[in-house]
């Protein structure tokens, strides 16, 4: 985590709108960015129609309140099981995968808080789909993800560790009284509670390791030979002797390793966990007294619902040192981009935009590597910048092979159909940006772009509007001009 202090003093106390400090367009915006990935211009107006905090209470109240995604044909159908149907099942499986990254990518457009809370949470119980390849194990995982995702921490942690995802991909199934494997034992205290070195040793990690065995499953004479079987416990590979973790001296199993962390070690989770949630949602700078504030109100019974509840009302998530100090994902800038512009996109194009997101860096349910994307800075090199100008070309120049009518109806809804050039490439900008541009020159050089060659006296004689011939044309070049703005990567 980072150790520099943060220039953000405000507190976790309410925010009410002040003559100075109003509840205004760019707050809304900076909410929609931040807990879901933008907004429509519809969804902005009703936000506006609540105070701040009837707005974050909705937000979090639905994402409470969303079921859980039904579950697909094949849930629960294992490798075998397409084999003796006479399937491929290498095809079937590659087709069930990408049915379901297509399902996750349209619920960040649609899904809110929610869909946001799933893609942080599989980067915090992280897994690779690469590394367990098994469409009833993606189904499960999705399922553990939605189902806690607003819930119990220490619910959630209990059953991370019984997934068949995580047991696959941190060697869990491979965990035996005769060969014990510390990987997930490590994880769930380095990576899952409680940072690295953090109240924990490796005599507790070895410790751990062996109360955590017993699931797995033989197949004839093949230990943890799955074949996208269901994982269950074996009492025959349980490690059934006394061990000592933090301590505590007993013939300990999974639960008692769970129940023994969260009565041992709870402040050091609660700290962890919030340090995650504010790098996530305001800053990658800390402010160590804000999260130990969220940590108090965590510990008391480790509802992520209502720590985030807490933060996401307060001054501090407010402030205007918070707007605009996170680098965009890749997954934030392209379904942004959606959101705010109202496109529409076929389900090949969606599926080509996330191969292109994968190339520059972020490739749904597939994290770089266990200890998850790290995000900010590190999303951005000179390589990736490139990529991502040019993810956002691609999907101009899409709609506009498609739908160059698309253009011209944004600028309409976005502008409340102005004729000022002026007005309307400020009210296009400002909804991509966090905050607004630095100097009226900027605005200014961005307003020369979309006057395109059109003769200065069109616009002053009022010749010119949004429906003049070539003002879908004029569109595309701002969006041309804003997308490779600085201020279009941060959120």
């Known amino acids: 985590m980072e150790t520099s202090t943060s220039c953000n003093t ?15 367009a760019e707050k809304a915006n900076h909410i929609y960015r931040r807990l879901c990935f933008g907004a429509s211009e519809t969804e902005l107006n009703a936000a506006l129609s609540l105070t701040p905090e009837q707005f974050i209470d909705s937000l979090v109240d639905q994402a409470i309140a969303t079921p859980v995604t039904p579950a697909p044909s094949w ?46 949470w599989s980067n915090h119980f992280v ?39 995580m047991l696959i991909y941190l060697n869990g199934f491979q965990n035996t009284a005769e060969a014990p494997n510390e990987n997930y034992a490590r994880e769930l205290y380095e990576l899952f509670t409680l940072g690295l070195n953090n109240g924990y040793n490796q005599t507790d990690i070895v410790e751990t390791a062996k109360a955590l065995t017993g699931y797995n499953r033989h197949i004839g004479n093949n230990p943890g030979n799955t074949f996208c079987e269901p994982i269950v416990f074996n009492p025959d590979t349980y490690n059934n002797t006394d061990k000592v973790i933090f301590g505590r001296t007993g013939n300990w199993d999974y639960d008692d390793v769970i129940t023994i962390l969260f009565e041992e070690k709870a402040p050091l989770i609660a700290k962890f966990i919030c340090e995650k949630l504010y790098k996530y949602f305001v800053s990658s700078t800390l402010n160590d007294a804000v999260i130990n504030e969220m940590a108090t109100i965590f510990v008391t019974d480790f509802n992520i619902a209502n720590v985030l509840r807490t933060l996401f009302k307060s001054e501090h998530f407010f402030d205007t040192k918070t707007l605009g100090s996170i680098i965009k994902s890749p997954f934030d800038l392209t379904q942004n981009f959606i959101k705010v512009t109202g496109f529409n996109y076929t389900d090949d194009f969606k599926e080509s935009i996330m191969w292109v997101n994968n190339t520059v860096g972020q490739y749904l349910f597939q994290p ?27 999907m101009i120049w899409t709609t506009w092979n498609e739908d160059p009518e698309a253009f011209r109806n944004f600028a ?14 400020r009210a296009i900008i400002d909804r991509f940006v966090p905050k607004e541009l630095y100097t009226t020159l900027d605005y200014e050089t961005a307003t020369d772009i979309f006057k395109y060659n059109i003769p ?36």
């Not at 789909?129 to 942690?157: A, P, Q």
């Not at 309409?412 to 490439?425: A, H, L, M, V």
């Open 10 to 24: 405000s507190t976790l106390t309410v925010f009410v709108p002040t003559t100075d400090n109003p509840w205004n």
């Open 75 to 120: 849930f629960n159908t294992s490798y075998q099981d397409y084999i003796n149907a006479g399937l491929d099942p290498d095809e079937q499986i590659q087709n069930n995968h990408g049915e379901w990254r297509l399902l996750a990518f349209n619920s960040f457009l649609n899904g809110g808080l929610k869909a946001r809370l799933n893609l942080f």
């Open 127 to 165: 897994t690779q789909l690469d590394n367990y390849y098994c469409s009833s194990y993606l189904y499960k995982y999705y399922n553990l993800l939605e189902t806690f995702s607003t819930g119990n921490f220490k619910d959630f942690v209990s059953a991370a560790g019984k997934n068949e995802a």
């Open 368 to 394: 770089i590597d266990v200890a998850g994307w790290q995000g900010d800075r590190d999303w951005i090199n000179s390589s990736t910048l490139t990529g991502r100008w040019q993810l956002c070309e691609y």
């Open 412 to 425: 309409i809804e976005i502008s409340n159909t102005s004729t000022d050039p002026y007005i309307i490439t």
């Open 456 to 491: 200065e006296n069109y616009y002053t004689d009022g010749i010119w509007s949004l429906f003049f011939e070539q003002a879908p044309y004029q569109i595309l070049l701002l969006l041309m001009h804003v997308t490779k703005m600085p201020e279009f990567q941060l959120k």
